[in-house]
Structure formats: C-alpha cells, structure tokens
C-alpha cells in the first residue's frame, strides 16, 4: 500500500497568514493527490483534485502543488472559516489512501 | 442540486451486520464510480472501497480492513448506493460517508454521513 504522511500535524496560525501544508507518498503517485477540508460534525469538502486543479467553487485562495512524491497545500490568507482539519488522498493505486491529518488551529 | 443522503446507521452487537444505503439526486448517477470513506471517533479519515460505474462492469475495490466482510453494490435505477457490512467489529464504529468520483476527479461531493455504532 502506498503510505502518505503529512506534516506538520497541526499548527497554529493567525488570520491572514499563509498556511502550508506538505504530503509525502511512500512511492510515486504521479498527479493523482486530492486535499480535503474536514469540520467537526460536517462532511468532508473536497478543495483540490489532480495534485493542483481547484474543485469547482472552492475559494482560489487554496492552492496545491507537486508530483511524484512531494505535494504540498497551501491557503494564501487564512481566514476564520479555514480553521479545520486538512487531509491528502492518494488516488493512484488500491487502497486509496488517507494522509494522517493536519489541525489548523488559531493561534 | 447534486445531493448525496446516506441512511440505515444505528448500533449493532459485534458480529451483526448492517447495510447502508447512499440516495443520490441532481446529477447522472450511472455514470460516477462511488467510494465509501469513514471516519472513527478521533481518528482520520479512511477509505473503506468503491464500486465503479456501468462502463466498468461494477467491479469493486476494499480497503483490507474490511475486505471479504462489506460489500459495496449499486442500483442505477434506483440512484442508489448500498454498503453492506458483516461481521461487524468495534473497530467498524464510525461516521460513514458515501461520495461520487466523476471521470478525471475523486469525491468531489460528499453525503453528511450515518453514524454506526458496534458495541
């Protein structure tokens, strides 16, 4: 199974910072890496598909980026309503696989 | 709308089963594989399968942990999805959420999930 790893696994930030957030497969996955945003108590809202291909309606001030191995996320001015839990998924091969997770908190 | 309702959660004994079911509306449903992706309390999300579309025979994929004990089926004309689950363990208690993959994307809509119980 291919591994994903996400770092760091929380943080703290401030309204108007720019966040990053990097996921690491355990073998080459090409493009095929999705990032979700996950609230307590809602579903999981899909952001970025295909590595780097906004999903229809999210906010361009989510970006992602990289292939192969390394991806990252990164949200350009961190505003309230991006407090949340953020995950990678690899597509590539069965399982899909889930990063651990990574915690946005307020600072 | 594109709408995705999961239902048929509850509590369950160990070793019982459950079958959940997923209706979707707002978009050609036969056209989509659909995943099934859960979430235990205070712990990550995990992919659970899927079950790919006509075009694709229907065939299925499972995440190990559940594999040979829930089976993932669809009805097209009926827009539905199902998760039946066997032989159910503690370890099943979650929040399961069905989702829609289209051509060239991957769980870009998401139902608000049923919640299982194994106790």
């Known amino acids: 199974d291919t591994q994903m790893t996400q770092s760091p696994s929380s943080l703290s930030a401030s309204v108007g910072d720019r966040v990053t957030i990097t996921c690491r497969a355990s073998q080459g996955i090409s493009s095929s890496l999705a990032w979700f945003q996950k609230k307590p108590g809602k579903a999981p809202k899909s952001l970025i598909y295909?590595?780097?291909s906004l999903q229809s309606g999210v906010s361009s001030k989510f970006s992602g980026s990289g292939s192969g191995t390394d991806f990252s996320l990164t949200i350009s001015s961190l505003q309230p309503e991006d407090f949340a839990t953020y995950y990678c998924?690899?597509?590539?091969?069965?399982?899909?696989?889930f990063g651990g997770g990574t915690k946005v908190e307020i600072k | 709308e594109v709408q995705l309702v999961e239902s048929g959660g509850g509590l369950v004994q160990p070793g019982g089963s459950l079958r959940l079911s997923c209706a979707a509306s707002g978009f050609t449903f036969s056209d989509h594989h659909m995943d099934w992706v859960r979430q235990a309390p205070g712990k990550g999300l995990e992919w659970v399968g899927r079950i790919r579309n006509k075009a694709n025979g229907y065939t299925t994929e499972y995440a190990a942990p559940v594999r040979g004990r829930f089976t993932i089926s669809r009805d097209d004309s009926k827009n539905s999805l199902y998760l039946q689950m066997n032989s159910l363990k503690t370890e099943d208690t979650a929040v399961y959420y069905c989702?829609?993959?289209?051509?060239?994307?991957?769980?870009?809509?998401w139902g608000q999930g049923t919640t299982v119980t194994i106790s």
């Open positions: 998924l690899q597509y590539k091969t069965y399982p899909f696989t």
């Open positions: 295909a590595a780097s």
């Open positions: 989702s829609r993959s289209p051509s060239g994307n991957i769980l870009d809509v």
